[in-house]
């Protein structure tokens, strides 16, 4: 089944509402235009997405399970709890839905490089195993202070072939290094395709990353009917950019009965400045930056805050166009989760179901977590695992204060230092 | 035309750039206000940016500096910005305050025409030029459609990529300017790696108007006012 919903699709000029368009150097004005034709093309041919679905079964390992939840729904004592699996994926997060998309794009169109900017460093990944899978070379913008945080997610990088580059630039994060990659593309777009990471930017990338991402939706939906016996009364997912929640979201659009929470990045609380609360909490405002109109956290002359959370992937200045308006027009309610609600999920979910979200994936539990005791046992509720936890290690055994954790690995590197 | 990131690296020194242009009769000076996410730009002038927004460069000090230099200088100034600076602060207010400070009118690079028409209605309004970029990549129809809205001049980019890298303008810039001419009878002012007398006389015939951007502010953090003013006189030498 293709994934056609007039319900999430654009308006004239790539408009969700008043949020959206494109804002960009008139010189990625043709490059733009080839590739909303090329995807127009694409989805029009019906082959496409049964290419697309069969590289994510036999490749990407789809589709994901939804999990039920017994021992997490006794101790909320609430609502049934039930978790989309997007963990399961290849590469360890949803981030591969898009990009192997995007690559049958680059492949259709004939470009040979592909390039991306990565927060946490899952996009990236997710980006270099694509073009390793497909034969593209490979280039990935990642801010200077993310490479600090997501080592790991760099070294997976380079050794699947990709060459990343740290961006000095700026607060030196996600933000920075969607600037850098629109400054590349600027130069190489014609052997060069930019596969954005996330529902942002300008049109048509909120369109396709959501038109990808809609598989997470589109299964979920037929899962909870066959799992639960029912839809969700709840669906949660946390938002950075917003492509798992916009993923997950498409598929209940049309069902007025399931209300949809996107969970944003309190970090150390909504007062302290260190957040990337956009929506929830009444924060941003509209704007138009980095290629697209959407609510952006700013000062009263436009310029951008600096963003902040626990979670690398979540602290960006803006949020999907589609997003913006279905918070405008009420279809979507969003919360925010500090970061120590966010560690303390993260351990419930380990200790009483065995589940390892990310960091980012725990802020949609953390709202779960809140809400959940107050419904009734004949509701249900889905929370979208948009990615595993492993990366995070380091993160969060320093937020659990894990002395044995920094005892290993002060031994690690004494057996480097010896 | 030359161009400065105002705040940087000082406002101070921007006085004297300015000053410097005058004595030296640059004609066209772009004034740019520091944006935190300037996508157009290149590597140094992402760096002039966040450094004159560190410094503490907002819509005062910016519209101070223009302001004066239309009292004190003869040159005519340019806005040069992005569009949140002036989504912000309202089409309207936007345009009057540069028409108090007498500036002729505008380059927002990540505007594109298709999304101008309430700004450029009001800037007609006080007969100011909403400048329009073209570019290489840009196909006939769609400089057509560029040329439709052009005003003042238009600022055509001599190659593909953001400022700051060096171009040889004899690769194929010449069919592009006579491209951009069949599109629009405004002049044509060129730009994106302009850097020395030799590149403004390579354009001597197809353009009206030579641009020169971050070579200006890297002589000026290289050799100061002694280097800058030899300079400027080099450039105005050759186009006048």
């Known amino acids: ?418 | 035309m030359t161009h400065l990131v105002v705040g940087y690296p000082s406002l101070d020194a921007n006085w004297s750039m300015l000053q410097a242009m005058d004595r030296a009769g640059v004609d066209l000076v772009e004034l740019q206000l520091p944006f935190s996410e300037p996508i157009a730009d290149g590597p140094s002038f992402v760096r002039a940016n966040h450094e004159a927004i560190r410094s503490g460069t907002g819509w005062r000090e910016y519209f101070d500096l223009a302001g004066r230099a239309a009292a004190e200088l003869d040159l005519t100034t340019l806005f040069m910005g992005y569009y949140n600076s002036v989504v912000q602060m309202g089409a309207a207010q936007f345009c009057e305050q540069l028409a108090k400070g007498r500036m002729s009118g505008f380059i927002v690079p990540d505007l594109p025409p298709e999304e101008g028409g309430e700004l450029y209605a009001v800037a007609r309004s006080l007969e100011l030029d909403p400048v329009q970029i073209m570019t290489p990549t840009n196909s006939r129809a769609r400089l057509q459609e560029i040329g439709r809205h052009a005003s003042g001049f238009v600022y055509c980019a001599a190659r593909t990529g953001v400022t700051g890298r060096q171009t040889d303008v004899s690769q194929g810039l010449g069919d592009f300017l006579g491209r951009c001419r069949e599109a629009t009878s405004v002049p044509l002012g060129v730009g994106f790696g302009i850097r020395t007398p030799d590149d403004i006389r390579a354009l001597r015939g197809s353009a009206e108007i030579a641009i020169v951007g971050t070579a200006g502010t890297e002589v000026w953090l290289e050799q100061g006012l002694t280097g800058y003013e030899p300079y400027l006189d080099s450039l105005v030498a050759e186009a006048t």
Request: with cysteine; charged share 20%; glycine share 12%.
């Open chain 1, 1 to 418: 089944m293709a994934a056609e919903h007039a319900s999430w699709e654009p308006g004239p000029g790539g408009y969700y509402g008043e949020f959206g368009g494109s804002f960009v150097p008139e010189i990625l004005h043709e490059t733009l235009a080839e590739l909303r034709e090329a995807f127009d093309e694409a989805r029009q041919d019906p082959a496409f997405w049964g290419t697309y679905t069969d590289l994510m079964s036999g490749y990407a390992g789809r589709p994901t399970p939804v999990t039920h939840c017994p021992s997490l729904t006794r101790l909320l004592g609430g609502a049934k709890v039930y978790v989309k699996r997007e963990d399961l994926n290849h590469t360890g997060a949803h981030k591969v839905n898009n990009v192997m998309g995007q690559g049958l794009l680059a492949q259709r169109m004939g470009k040979r490089r592909v390039i991306a900017e990565t927060g946490a460093g899952q996009h990236g990944v997710a980006t270099a195993t694509m073009a390793a899978r497909l034969g593209l070379a490979c280039t990935i913008y990642m801010g200077e202070e993310d490479v600090a945080r997501q080592y790991p997610n760099v070294f997976w990088m380079r050794q699947l072939g990709a060459e990343v580059v740290a961006v000095k630039e700026g607060n030196r994060t996600l933000k920075d290094a969607i600037n850098a990659c629109l400054r590349d593309w600027a130069e190489s777009m014609h052997d060069t395709l930019y596969v954005l990471g996330t529902v942002c930017g300008p049109h048509p990338f909120p369109q396709i990353v959501t038109y990808f991402q809609s598989i997470i939706g589109q299964e979920a939906r037929g899962q909870m009917l066959e799992v639960a016996g029912q839809l969700p009364s709840r669906v949660y997912a946390c938002v950075g950019g917003g492509s798992n929640a916009s993923g997950i979201f498409t598929g209940f659009l049309d069902d007025p009965a399931t209300e949809l929470i996107g969970v944003e990045a309190g970090g150390r609380g909504p007062d302290t400045g260190l957040h990337a609360s956009r929506l929830a909490g009444g924060q941003g405002t509209s704007g138009v930056a980095q290629g697209y109109r959407t609510v952006f956290l700013q000062n009263e002359e436009g310029l951008m805050h600096d963003t902040y959370s626990v979670a690398a992937g979540l602290d960006y200045i803006g949020i999907g166009p589609l997003l913006a308006h279905l918070h405008q027009t009420g279809r979507v309610r969003f919360e925010s989760a500090t970061d120590d609600e966010v560690v303390e999920s993260l351990r419930l979910a380990m200790r009483h179901e065995g589940l390892v979200p990310a960091l980012e994936s725990a802020h949609a539990f953390a709202a779960a977590f809140r809400e959940v005791p107050d419904l009734s046992p004949q509701d249900t509720v889905l929370i979208n695992q948009s990615g595993r936890g492993d990366k995070d290690i380091f993160t969060v055994a320093d937020a659990l204060g894990d002395e044995e954790w920094r005892e290993f690995l002060r031994q690690r590197a004494a057996g480097y230092d010896a």
